[in-house]
């Protein structure tokens, strides 16, 4: 936008009685369209709306698999979406071993009614070339073990080394998009217990809970995905989390949260968590969250460079002093649409940094900030 078309611009609000803070609107504020419609029924929808993220030179946070050969998964196994398969995939899967790319059919459809479950594998792809998961309509949406991969879901097994890309990920919410409180079990990928899983190219949609849910992981990547809808979060951190790496997705509607850092317990430890180069549409009640009040460790946490392109920056990061949160930088994020201040509110954080952005004011100012040090 050039100077003159920002300045008639800036009149035009002025003459309508728009009130905009001066430090939390810029002339060079940008919209970034992504589909918001609601989630699809079918795997050909999905990939309709399916709008590819736009690629960025990328540095890998930790090594790839290291893998030796390529087993495909049998014709046998019904691809069509007709039949409930669940059970015969994870016999399969079973029989793969470590150290292999799992090839799934190019477009392939898989109609499951529980979770490809994955524990105690180490160096495995997961080669989706365009496959649809599809839970059916079933299978229980309360239940983590409706998520179509469900990680390291038990104590004491955990995954090494493991990648899941070019998948279409659909749950079987009735409401797709929309938080039901009680109903946030299955999300998409349900990660857990893993060291080093990379998560790529995948779209996910109609989700009860999350995107990708977080815990007790060590190394995480998500990158170039796409999220049509998601019952609760794009995201959530749930326990003991590090190292995690979000970046160059779309995340079209969340029904509470785009991304969460919620521990569950006290002893959790969330460190190192980076949320970069995104784009969210809407979500129900925040962008960003730092929550619970329990008095988990929060350490070094970024977000950086995310627009929004259907609401505000709306982020709460606030334990109630129950233990201090460090480290936790808001750089360089912008907001679509006007809202009441305050809208980026924090508190009991020592090394707080927020700068850098970009925010559309209707009243009220841009930050609430109580008992940090760091921010001014």
């Known amino acids: 936008m050039n100077r003159i078309t920002a300045t008639l611009l800036c009149l035009v609000l002025c003459l309508a009685g728009t ?15 992504a589909p918001s419609a609601p989630s ?6 999905v990939v309709a709306l399916k709008t590819p ?11 790839a698999p290291v893998v030796t050969g390529t087993v495909a998964v049998p014709l046998s196994i019904d691809h069509t979406g007709a039949t409930e398969v669940s059970a015969a995939l994870n016999n399969f899967i079973a029989t793969v071993p470590d150290g292999s790319i799992i090839s799934f059919p190019t477009n392939a459809i898989y109609k499951i009614h529980m979770s490809l479950f994955i524990q105690d594998r180490n160096n495995i792809i997961f080669e989706g070339n365009g496959t649809t998961l599809q ?24 995954n090494t080394d493991i990648v899941i890309h070019d998948f279409i990920l659909i749950g079987n919410s009735p409401t797709p998009g929309i938080f039901i409180t009680g109903s946030e079990g299955q999300s998409n990928i349900h990660a857990s217990r893993t060291t080093r899983l990379e998560i790529y190219n995948v779209t996910g949609s109609a989700s009860h809970a999350d995107f990708v849910d977080a815990s007790d992981d ?10 049509i809808t998601a019952g609760r979060n794009c995201f959530s951190a749930e326990k003991s989390d590090s190292d995690i790496l979000v970046e160059n997705c779309a995340f079209d509607v969340s029904g509470f949260i785009t991304f969460d850092i919620e521990p569950l317990d006290r002893s959790s430890v969330c460190s190192n ?15 960003f969250a730092v929550l619970n009040g329990l008095g988990s460790t929060i350490d070094k946490i970024v977000v950086d460079g995310n627009t929004v392109t259907g609401g505000s920056l709306k982020t709460l990061a606030n334990q109630n002093g129950a233990v201090r949160m460090t480290r936790i930088a808001f750089t360089n994020n912008k ?22 952005n970009v925010q559309p004011l209707s009243s009220g100012a841009l930050k609430s900030i109580a008992d940090c040090t760091g921010a001014p």
Do not use: K
């Open 40 to 45: 699809p029924a079918t795997p050909a929808q």
């Open 218 to 227: 060590n190394g995480l990547w998500v990158h170039d995905c796409h999220v």
């Open 273 to 287: 968590i980076i949320f970069r180069n995104c784009t969210a549409e809407t979500y129900g009640h925040y962008f």
């Open 335 to 356: 907001g679509g649409r006007a809202a009441a201040g305050s809208v980026l509110q924090f508190a009991h954080v020592d090394g707080l940094t927020i700068t850098g």
């Open 19 to 33: 009130s905009l803070h001066a430090t939390a609107f810029a002339a060079e504020q940008t919209s970034v369209s």
């Open 135 to 158: 839970v059916d309509a079933t299978a229980d949406g309360t239940s983590a073990f409706t998520s179509p991969f469900a990680m390291g879901y038990t104590p004491g097994h955990p």
């Open 53 to 63: 993220v736009v690629p960025a030179p990328l540095v890998r946070p930790f090594p």
